[in-house]
């Protein structure tokens, strides 16, 4: 895919999962400096894994915009905290364009460092979701990935589907399929409640 769109949705996913950070670190009482770190590290943590993984450079010491944009989504974040924080369905909202758009990033990077179809959809889940788990960590929460919610789940069919047709279709629209199929997946299970079974004790 072109580098120039890749770079574009890279920059929408760290300040989408900046901002889903800013408002669950604003209900837990934090100052400012903590809720910089947790959005910080909600954005940054799933690439900084996968950089770690395939031994790439960590791209957000390479490249401060990284860090521009999340400290201007937690300003503005901040700023509108009081329209944001009646807003509860925007948090999931911009969770899952992040979720979307670190899939995708994954998934690229990994193909680029020549690893194979599985590898590739392993990454781009963790890219998607390491941000989230260090997110709940902190915040003193199950992540949600671990507790019944459709999240990873979105992520991994969304590596399939890229897979499925990366061959068939011109790179553009597999990248937009990929996106939406990860959107809605994520987006349904969250309204209507879906959820993966769990394993249970006898009483």
Same mark, same amino acid.
């Given at each position: 895919?072109?580098? #120039?769109?890749? &770079? *574009?949705?890279?920059? /929408? =996913? +760290?300040?989408?999962? !900046?901002?889903?950070?800013?408002?669950?670190? $604003?209900?837990?009482?934090?100052?400012?400096?903590?809720?910089?770190?947790?959005?910080?590290?909600?954005?940054?943590?799933?690439?900084?894994?996968?950089?770690?993984?395939?031994?790439?450079?960590?791209?957000?010491?390479? #490249?401060?915009? &990284? *860090?521009?944009?999340? /400290? =201007? +989504?937690?300003?503005? !974040?901040?700023?509108?905290?009081?329209?944001? $924080?009646?807003?509860?369905?925007?948090?999931?909202?911009?969770?899952?364009?992040?979720?979307?758009?670190?899939?995708?990033?994954?998934?690229?990077?990994?193909?680029?460092?020549?690893?194979?179809?599985?590898?590739?959809?392993?990454?781009?889940?963790?890219?998607?979701?390491? =941000?989230?788990?260090?997110?709940?960590?902190?915040?003193?929460?199950?992540?949600?990935?671990?507790?019944?919610?459709?999240?990873?789940?979105?992520?991994?069919?969304?590596?399939?589907?890229?897979?499925?047709?990366?061959?068939?279709?011109?790179?553009?629209?597999?990248?937009?399929?990929?996106?939406?199929?990860?959107?809605?997946?994520?987006?349904?299970?969250?309204?209507?409640?879906?959820?993966?079974?769990?394993?249970?004790?006898?009483?």
């Amino acid at each position: 895919m072109d580098i #120039n769109v890749l &770079y *574009v949705f890279d920059m /929408i =996913g +760290t300040a989408a999962f !900046a901002l889903s950070a800013v408002i669950p670190a $604003i209900r837990k009482d934090m100052d400012l400096f903590g809720i910089f770190t947790i959005a910080f590290v909600t954005a940054i943590g799933g690439g900084t894994l996968r950089d770690l993984l395939i031994s790439a450079p960590i791209v957000w010491l390479h #490249n401060m915009t &990284y *860090v521009y944009i999340i /400290i =201007g +989504t937690v300003i503005l !974040a901040v700023i509108f905290r009081n329209r944001l $924080i009646y807003m509860s369905e925007s948090i999931a909202f911009f969770d899952t364009i992040g979720l979307s758009a670190f899939t995708l990033i994954g998934i690229e990077k990994a193909m680029d460092a020549g690893y194979s179809v599985l590898i590739c959809i392993a990454i781009g889940t963790m890219t998607a979701c390491f =941000g989230g788990v260090i997110r709940d960590t902190f915040l003193n929460k199950i992540p949600v990935i671990f507790v019944k919610e459709i999240y990873a789940t979105a992520s991994i069919a969304g590596g399939i589907v890229f897979f499925s047709l990366l061959n068939v279709l011109p790179n553009t629209y597999v990248y937009v399929i990929t996106g939406l199929v990860v959107f809605v997946i994520r987006s349904l299970s969250k309204r209507y409640h879906i959820t993966l079974p769990t394993v249970q004790l006898k009483k």
